[in-house]
């Protein structure tokens, strides 16, 4: 097991975003994580990647406890998140935003060229850009920065939240082409989404999150037939 | 008001304002690296670089140069004033780190709110000044002449002397290799990764709290080196020293549009340039009075000061 989440619960002052939830991922798959505003989704992932405390439970990642591990040094360890909003440095050019994603290794300068170039091959778009300040790049442009940049640190499971928010359609379906490319080379992926469709379709596995509370887990393609899930996150049920 | 000077002066005056300007630029850069980082802004800066001063001051005395009555050889000159500026950049650089460890890493790590960080950083500033005018006997302290300052050339009015050489090319010579360490070696990349985005530079791995000491840690080392270039052009330090010219490296800092590195630079020479020109013409005891009213002025109708936020870019 790659990532194993116990019991985890976490909480903003008294209010109680995520209440006791378990959840894992083998080596090599897929899994999504779709949920409602509010769900709680960027919440386990900013715990995941330690910006948050849980209150409790174990994560485990390759069968270490990291509670432990300060939340910088968990892109070491193989953990790396693109985070909601994408968080591109917007002073930083395309090329130096990519340069970040190597920061944690102290020889981050090491094969450094090779890196940016597994990237662009990736994201083509992205070298035609690369001296354009990340601020100024389009929507889309800065999701693949951002995913980009992410797998700059070589991760063994990258943490997406919300990669097709706010992207045309088109756009959401090149995104979802490459989740799956770069899980053919070995990345294990935890995808955070809304469009419940592309990721149910997409994931191997998948988990329903509502209020702090996973409600429903299996196969993404068997949740995609589920009545119930129809109803409620892909508007086409009864 | 006597405009008439200001014309047969200027290049002098021009001179001038770029020299006390360069110097500005070099303290002002650690109000802005501080403010980019922590969005605090560091008041105590004042007294790491009166603290530079007197580290020089100190050598000097040590040195046995006071009342020093004929000028150095140049080779000698060099190399005493090279030991000067490193001393007080070290000094002045591990005081700043120390400060921040001291004065508001604790608050910082409580999430306490900015203003509880500002009081504690005009508390250390009033320690500092306090601590400095008991231990110097509130005296002005001079320093020797170790230079001659005989104009090498002119041009017009303006006499290029050896200090004012020597400040220049120190000063522009660490403002470049000041870019070089902000945008080419990891830790300045963590600096400018934390001052654009701190929540991310985390998820990047980026050790924040040893970037904001990277930060105090360069801010000081600079106002260390200001310092040095500040005595040998001034000759005479106070306890006090630091009020002024942290108000005016501020100024400057303000007036490019703080966190912006860029701005504090050009921020400082308009400084310099303006201090230089409003002194003659409405005469010397104006100058501090010009200083807080481009500050108001500046914080009133334009906050985000020459560059504002357009030249986002160009931020830390
Ligand atoms: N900093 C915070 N302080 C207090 N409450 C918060 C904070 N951040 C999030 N919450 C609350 O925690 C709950 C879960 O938020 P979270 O951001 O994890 O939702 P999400 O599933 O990512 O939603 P979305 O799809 O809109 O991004 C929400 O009710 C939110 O209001
Ligand atoms: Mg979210």
Same mark, same amino acid.
């Given at each position: ?238 | ?113 900015? +203003?509880?960080?500002?009081?504690? =950083?005009?508390? @250390? /500033?009033? &320690?500092?000044?306090? #601590? !400095?005018?008991? %231990? ?80 105090? +840690?360069?801010?000081?080392?600079? =106002?260390?080196? @200001? /310092?040095? &270039?500040?005595?040998? #052009? !001034?000759?005479? %330090? ?79």
């Amino acid at each position: 097991m790659l990532l194993e989440i116990n019991d985890l619960k976490v909480s903003y002052g008294k209010i109680q975003a995520i209440k006791g939830i378990s959840l894992n991922i083998k080596a090599g798959e897929i899994v999504t994580l779709v949920g409602a505003n509010g769900a709680g989704k960027t919440t386990l992932l900013k715990t995941i990647s330690g910006i948050l405390k849980p209150a409790a439970g174990v994560i485990k990642f390759d069968g270490k406890d990291i509670q432990g591990i300060a939340p910088h040094n968990r892109v070491l360890e193989g953990l790396c998140q693109a985070p909601e909003g994408r968080g591109i440095f917007p002073g930083m050019t395309v090329l130096e935003n990519l340069e970040m994603g190597k920061y944690a290794r102290k020889d981050w300068k090491s094969e450094l060229s090779e890196d940016i170039e597994r990237i662009y091959t990736l994201f083509p778009r992205l070298k035609e850009r690369q001296s354009q300040a990340g601020g100024t790049l389009s929507g889309g442009e800065q999701q693949m920065l951002s995913i980009g940049r992410a797998l700059m640190s070589r991760p063994r499971l990258l943490l997406l939240d919300e990669p097709s928010m706010g992207l045309a359609p088109m756009f959401i379906q090149q995104i979802f082409k490459i989740i799956r490319e770069i899980q053919s080379q070995g990345v294990s992926i935890l995808l955070v989404e809304q469009n419940a469709a592309q990721a149910l379709s997409c994931a191997n596995r998948a988990y329903i999150l509502e209020t702090g509370n996973i409600v429903k887990e299996g196969a993404g393609k068997d949740l995609l037939n589920d009545d119930a899930i129809k109803k409620a996150y892909l508007g086409t049920g009864a | 008001m006597d405009f008439s000077i200001l014309w047969t002066e200027f290049f002098g005056l021009t001179l001038d304002g770029i020299v006390v300007g360069a110097i500005y630029a070099l303290v002002s850069l650690g109000y802005t690296l501080v403010y980019g980082v922590l969005r605090l802004i560091n008041f105590a800066h004042s007294e790491i670089f009166m603290i530079g001063t007197f580290t020089s001051l100190g050598l000097s005395i040590v040195f046995g140069f006071t009342g020093l009555e004929e000028p150095l050889g140049i080779v000698l000159f060099l190399l005493v004033f090279l030991v000067m500026a490193l001393a007080s950049g070290i000094v002045s650089g591990m005081s700043a780190v120390l400060l921040e460890f001291v004065a508001y890493r604790r608050l910082r790590r409580r999430g306490a709110s900015r +203003l509880s960080s500002l009081i504690s =950083a005009i508390g @250390a /500033s009033f &320690f500092l000044v306090e #601590f !400095y005018r008991l %231990t110097t006997e509130s005296k002005d302290w001079d320093f020797p002449r170790m230079l001659s300052k005989d104009p090498i050339f002119s041009i017009s009015s303006a006499y290029f002397t050896l200090d004012k050489i020597i400040i220049l090319l120190g000063a522009f010579g660490l403002m470049f290799g000041l870019d070089r360490i902000i945008n080419k070696t990891r830790l300045g990349r963590g600096i400018r990764a934390v001052s654009q985005d701190e929540k991310t530079a985390i998820l990047m791995g980026v050790n924040v709290d040893r970037v904001i000491s990277f930060t105090f +840690l360069v801010g000081g080392v600079l =106002a260390g080196f @200001a /310092s040095t &270039f500040y005595m040998l #052009f !001034y000759e005479s %330090t106070k306890f006090n020293v630091g009020f002024l010219l942290g108000i005016s490296a501020f100024t400057a800092a303000v007036l490019g549009g703080i966190g912006n590195i860029r701005g504090a630079l050009v921020g400082s020479f308009v400084l310099g340039l303006i201090q230089q020109y409003s002194s003659v013409v409405l005469g010397y005891n104006w100058r501090d009075v010009v200083t807080f009213v481009i500050l108001v002025f500046v914080l009133l109708f334009k906050p985000t000061g020459l560059f504002g936020e357009a030249l986002q870019r160009a931020r830390v």
